[in-house]
């Protein structure tokens, strides 16, 4: 059996993750320090004799008293809300986190995954984004704590892996949604969807004309497994290449929760991304991998989950 950590195992992502693991035969470790994540997500796992929770704060040192297969670092603020909120937390994590996670893997030899961003493009100049771009990020900025920590956390993995000769993986992750994303996430399908089935206003901003791509949680899970166990150590691109604007994205969510909801436009806050689509062409070619799932399918599970 393979034992795999993951860190920020209780989020949205880390939580999908874990059930995706374990139903591979895997054991897990679950670390997460609930700043962000949430018990609800992983308390349907916690009977499961494979599976192991421990809550703890990741910039602090780790010591896992058993073997390692597999170290997953997906602990880190993900929405502008919080990581606005939080954005020493946020450093911290994508630094002194991914220092300790990338150790403890040396340690125990194990294989690791650092979950990066597309964010480390920032508001790009080249659309769709390919592995090559080097991105258009301001540090100073109101995302600069969340874009540079990935960005820091993207160059320390790739160090490990020419000095350490570590075997270490980067996934960029696109926007990514399904169940058990937080009402309150501040992103752009949780807050659609929770103003939509409360007959609120639809919050746009900007004219709506900014693109995004979307790509279902399921879909996600099954690109980080095979890059896992692939013997890919350049960053990857992992996302659904179908770009969207987020007025259509809106028109989409009302549409099927049949909501009669206007839309309202408010300011576009600063250093929000104009484009954002992703090259995956790195990963059809390396990991034979692609999403499946269209948007209304996995829009109308997302809802269900809502409801």
């Known amino acids: ?39 609800k997500n992983i308390n349907h796992l916690r009977k499961n004799r494979n599976f192991k929770f421990v809550r703890h704060d990741i910039s602090r040192h780790i010591n896992i008293n058993e073997k390692l297969d597999f170290v997953l670092h997906f602990a880190s603020p993900a929405s502008p809300a919080d990581y606005q909120r939080i954005p020493i937390q946020t450093l911290k994590a994508g630094s002194l986190g991914t220092h300790n996670t990338l150790g403890l ?71 990514t949604y399904g169940p058990r994303m937080r009402k309150d996430d501040g992103r752009v399908v949780p807050n659609f969807i929770s103003q939509a089935l409360g007959s609120k206003p639809m919050t746009v901003y900007g004219d709506g004309s900014q693109t995004r791509s979307f790509c279902y949680v399921d879909d996600l899970t099954d690109g980080i ?32 929760t049949r909501s009669g909801s206007r839309i309202a436009f408010k300011e576009l806050p600063a250093d929000d991304p104009k484009v954002r689509c992703p090259d995956i062409r790195l990963a059809k070619r390396t990991l034979g991998w692609e999403p499946k799932i269209g948007i209304e399918e996995g829009l109308q599970r997302t809802i269900e989950s809502f409801r």
């Open 1 to 39: 059996m393979k034992n795999a950590l993951v860190t920020g195992g209780a989020g949205f992502i880390g939580s999908h993750l874990c059930d995706f693991l374990l139903n591979k035969g895997f054991r897990v470790i679950c670390a997460d320090n609930l700043i962000t994540g949430n018990m």
């Open 105 to 175: 893997a040396f340690a125990k030899k194990a294989k690791y995954v650092l979950a990066s961003t597309s964010e480390v493009y920032g508001d790009p100049l080249v659309n769709p984004q390919p592995e090559s771009y080097w991105g258009n990020v301001n540090p100073v900025g109101l995302r600069g704590c969340y874009d540079e920590a990935k960005r820091f956390a993207e160059a320390l993995t790739t160090a490990y892996r020419r000095i350490h000769k570590l075997d270490a993986k980067i996934a960029r992750i696109f926007n």
């Open 225 to 256: 497994y095979r890059l896992m166990n692939s013997k890919l150590n350049e960053p990857v691109n992992l996302g659904n290449p179908e770009e969207h604007t987020i007025l259509e994205f809106a028109e989409v969510i009302k549409k099927l």
